[in-house]
């Protein structure tokens, strides 16, 4: 009878674990189908084996919280649990705790979503718990041979307890304490003695004081209001983000792996292990930057602190300027549900889903793929991570594999990180930038701005569910949607008056990754394009879906015009682009030949269809962007780019609001596009339509 309470209650309540639900601190209770049963404060009240647990959620003042309608997962520690942890504390009782301990005991202990066993996959929680820290997901057995989950690699859910359901959400019952770490990235790499060389790297280039910074205390997300607005039909509310964090996330070579390079590339380690890394850095970077003026003057064992000197550079690319919460967020979200079963928005079987990032080291990109497409398997493991990887018919880079977890005595976590294990040296060396990164480089908007990443705005939600009647809901049970007051993104800034907004994701919307950007209003928006490989001419593509309620703006590149207006209201069968010839053919009907000539009508014109590896889905059917009208890419500029300099693009609003729709323009996915790669120019020969 249990589950299958559980199983009606959560059918209606419960959220995937690859979904997360920003929630009001008051949720409606005629959102939630209840039973005439127990609260989660009666649940923990009742039960003598949980009074410890009750004493400190009542000393935390939650209890209240716990008895209201809600939906929430309390992984409850028995009071034998919170013996062992009093006595590797030095106490004998809960009463010996303070008010502030019992608060961080609790809120640990307590996530405002659902979750049960069957939706925690490995990786990370996608929503926080009430201590705004994430907990880690992985499987193990128990004394009896069950499959458990195990919580930050310390406690199991009890295998006979689990998924008890009571009114207002899910207890999971747990074996030990749960505890996260407050110490910064830089002490949890420091304690863990498998990643000595990689910290004497970090101590010796000055890095480890960039890993300090947390929060931005300037900025105060409770001043600003909720922003209504209106996209095609769709009538939806965003909030400000509460919080401005600062993020990194780390991918560390463990000691070994130092070791068998140094005796590979016959590096001594006599003057010690800095010296070491220096003379590998030196190896690795004089190849590509050797003829560089600031890599010249910083390339010294006496200038390690110095950005340009060849370790200083070295471990920088190791770290990105975000905080990525979990193994399963390098990667663009993975759905298991309806026809859908691998990265949103993605066709898998076509192309590995893939994000790049810009790293600590300055105008540098790192490519995190996850292995799909068995045709490009090559020697990765599928469903794996991988940094810097290429295996296509061009090239055969397996790159870095990055492990999900690391051992059960070390701490992978801090307030404003985490790192990962990988078993292969990472570089910006010249594989990567003329091999890997010689690609085109597509980018979801919401993996341009860190802070996206590092608040974990993108992708929350549960993309399979829209807001009741279509109507703003302020409880954002199935999502939140954002905007951003001027300056709170680092790079971008806005003037007149407009409004960004990113809008969660929808399985059935027209984007990429089912999520979007858009801009709204009198808008004037100008951010910083993500760094190239190297100097050379690009092609800056924005893909978007076009339709009638959308505006006019005129794109600028480092302040300079480019071309007229871009109308997003034009669709690809408009008389001035392909007219009556588009549709004719779906796409995976067409010659190769057809093909090609096809991309080459378009690309005259400054257009190309959608990515053929991009899809949306209601649920029962897919339908893909390369046979859409709406769904295309667009070229914005082709430009001569230095990599050595920052480089913007500007949005600004040239369209009237009596267009209505407060001038809605899109920004779904950015491309960043080599010569090598859209100069294709012989007969017959065309782009990649993936």
Known sequence: MKRLKYIIFGALCALPLVMTTSCSDEPDKDNFYTFTGE??????????????????????????????????TCFLPSNTAMQAFLQKKGLTSVEQLTKAQCDTIARTHLVNNIYATIDMNDGTLNTANMNKRYLQITHTTDANDNSVVQINRMSNIIFELKDDSVENGIVQPIDVVIENSNSSMSDVIKDNDRLSIFYEGLLATGLRDTLLKVKDETYNGKLYDLYYYKSHTWSEVASAPEDKKYGFTIFVEPDEVYLSKFDELGISTAQGMTRALYDLACKIYDPVYGNDADYQAAHDFDKLTERYNPLNMFIAYHILTRDVIGWNMLTPLELHQGIVDGAIGIKIDKMNPNDWYET?????????????????????????????????EKFSIDGSKVLPTVEDKYVQDAPNGRYFYIDKIIAYDNDTREKVMNDRIRMD?????????????????????????NK???TFRNGKNYYFPNGYLDNVTMKGNGTLVYRRPHWNFWSYEGDEFNLFGDYDLTFRLPPVPYEGDYQIRLGFCALETRGVAQIYFDGKPQGIPLDMRKFLNDKSILGDQFGTKKWAEMSDEEKAEDQKMLKNLGYYRGAYGGYHSNGSSVNEFVD???TYRLVLCTVHINPKQDHFIRIRCTSSLKLGNNNEFMMDYLEIVPKSVYGVTSSGSMETDL
């Open 39 to 72: 609260m989660m404060s009666d649940y923990i009240n009742n039960r003598a084996e949980y009074s410890d647990f009750a004493y400190i959620v009542d000393q935390a003042d939650l209890t209240d919280l716990l008895s209201a309608y809600g939906h929430y």
């Open 360 to 392: 600590l080291l300055p105008h540098s990109m790192m490519k995190l793929e996850q292995a799909t497409v068995r045709e490009y398997l090559g020697n990765a493991e599928r469903g794996q991570r991988y940094i810097n990887r290429r295996v296509d």
């Open 445 to 469: 908007f919401a993996t341009v701005f860190p802070e996206i990443m590092t608040m974990n705005i993108r992708l929350n939600g549960d993309p399979t569910k829209d807001d009741d009647n």
């Open 472 to 474: 703003a809901d302020q």
């Open 628 to 630: 859409n009208e709406r």
